[in-house]
């Protein structure tokens, strides 16, 4: 490998970090439209049942906890923004740990699929609760970011029992 394309490798991996980075961030902050607007216009965000394995897991054939498009992603931005959104009124603490970060492919149009680990802890009422699981990203460019095209979470629990919801976004 050239010096040249080394250095095209470790600007990739630090943009990609980065935006996995700064979306951790918003969604720890609760800033859900900011965390939104990292979507491309046709995004969308899956989180996969837990009885199905991740790589066997398909929408159109299993229960997804959540598969969204970007309307529906959008309506769930907003309804989480509400005072109304009684599973998140008054909010829950949560922290991300994202770790991991492997670039898995990128394709002959930019396309690049990102793998990584995940843990969220969230807190509320005393409580605690871990998900913990890994990501896969499907990114794009547009302008001169990067979006994200698809995301999935794809959960490393038996079930949802301990933690009984998903009223946050993974």
């Known amino acids: 490998?050239?010096?040249?394309?080394?250095?095209?490798?470790?600007?990739?991996?630090y943009r990609?970090?980065?935006?996995l980075f700064k979306e951790a961030s918003l969604l720890d902050a609760w800033q859900l439209q900011e965390w939104l607007a990292l979507f491309?216009?046709?995004?969308?965000?899956?989180?996969?049942?837990?009885?199905v394995p991740a790589e066997e897991a398909d929408p159109a054939k299993h229960l997804y906890y959540i598969a969204d498009n970007h309307d529906?992603?959008?309506?769930?931005?907003i309804r989480l923004d509400?005072?109304?959104c009684h599973s998140e009124?008054?909010?829950?603490?949560?922290?991300?740990?994202?770790?991991?970060?492997?670039?898995?492919?990128v394709?002959?149009?930019?396309?690049?699929?990102?793998?990584?680990a995940f843990t969220v802890y969230r807190s509320k009422n005393g409580i605690t609760d871990t998900f913990m699981g890994n990501y896969v990203y499907v990114l794009k460019e547009q302008g001169d970011e990067l979006k994200i095209s698809r995301k999935t979470c794809n959960l490393a629990l038996n079930g949802l029992r301990p933690q009984a919801k998903?009223?946050?976004i993974l």
């Open 1 to 13: 490998m050239s010096n040249e394309n080394a250095m095209a490798e470790l600007l990739r991996f």
């Open 16 to 19: 990609v970090q980065q935006l």
């Open 40 to 51: 491309t216009d046709d995004g969308s965000y899956f989180v996969p049942p837990t009885d």
């Open 72 to 77: 529906r992603l959008t309506e769930r931005v």
């Open 82 to 84: 509400k005072k109304t």
């Open 89 to 105: 009124y008054p909010r829950s603490k949560v922290q991300r740990l994202v770790s991991n970060i492997l670039i898995d492919d």
């Open 107 to 116: 394709a002959a149009d930019g396309t690049i699929t990102v793998k990584a």
């Open 166 to 168: 998903i009223s946050i």
